[in-house]
């Protein structure tokens, strides 16, 4: 079945440095990624997707790649700042396009 | 429009007892989905609706879980006779079919069973 995981549980990084946090998929038929930011008690927001027919696109201070020769996909996050800290979850469009599938999550603590 | 709403925000309840949970989508929305969120893991499908019509629901939703939306706006989602297992934050979410996948959640409600 189809899967969505991630490398990291945690990751700290120190304010103003970059971060990465990585997922992988199993699903080669996946055709649509999101990018989730959960804080502590509330719900997912969205922070960028990206489509199959691409490997990379930008957003504010975010970046996504896709790699699909191996099914990998990372979100690059620029000068971290304390606001950042939260979880990051990657979702992949499921089968026949009708419902998100989320992976476990990595925590990003930053470091003032 | 302020978002996908979810009430009650929070909910204890004892072992056995019945909850109720609603959420009121993004006014235009005509999918709305209910995922389930433990500590540390990522939302878990549960079920959606387009309009009325509930189109898909997770087999890991035992015949305690309910969902309705009667009028293709609101959604409630029952639980009865509760267990300490469906403890968990119940998250809704909200999109125009044929769109992005993007989905829009709500704050979500957290249920605790003691």
């Known amino acids: 079945g189809e899967s969505v995981g991630l490398h990291l549980p945690t990751l700290s990084v120190q304010e103003g440095d970059n971060s990465i946090i990585n997922c992988a998929y199993s699903?080669?038929?996946?055709?649509?990624f999101i990018w989730y930011k959960q804080e502590s008690g509330k719900g997912p927001q969205f922070i960028i997707d990206i489509r199959s027919n691409m490997d990379k696109r930008q957003g504010q201070r975010v970046t996504v790649l896709l790699n699909k020769t191996v099914k990998h996909l990372s979100l690059q996050i620029a000068a971290t700042q304390p606001g950042d800290s939260a979880v990051y979850f990657c979702a992949e469009l499921g089968e026949y396009g009708n419902k998100l599938v989320f992976g476990a999550g990595t925590i990003l603590r930053v470091k003032s | 429009d302020t978002g996908v709403s979810q009430n009650p925000r929070h909910k204890i309840t004892k072992r056995g007892q019945n909850v109720t949970f609603r959420c009121d989508p993004i006014s235009e929305h005509n999918r709305l989905y209910w995922y389930r969120q433990t500590l540390g893991q990522g939302p878990e499908f549960l079920t959606y609706?387009?309009?009325?019509?509930?189109?898909?629901k997770s087999r890991l939703l035992s015949d305690r879980f309910s969902a309705e939306r009667p009028k293709g706006s609101f959604s409630t989602l029952e639980i009865q006779r509760t267990e300490q297992g469906d403890s968990a934050m119940y998250l809704c979410?909200?999109?125009?079919?044929?769109?992005?996948?993007?989905?829009?959640f709500g704050e979500g409600s957290r249920l605790t069973v003691l």
């Open positions: 979410a909200s999109r125009l079919a044929g769109n992005t996948g993007e989905l829009f």
């Open positions: 609706f387009q309009n009325e019509a509930q189109l898909e």
């Open positions: 699903n080669s038929a996946s055709d649509y």
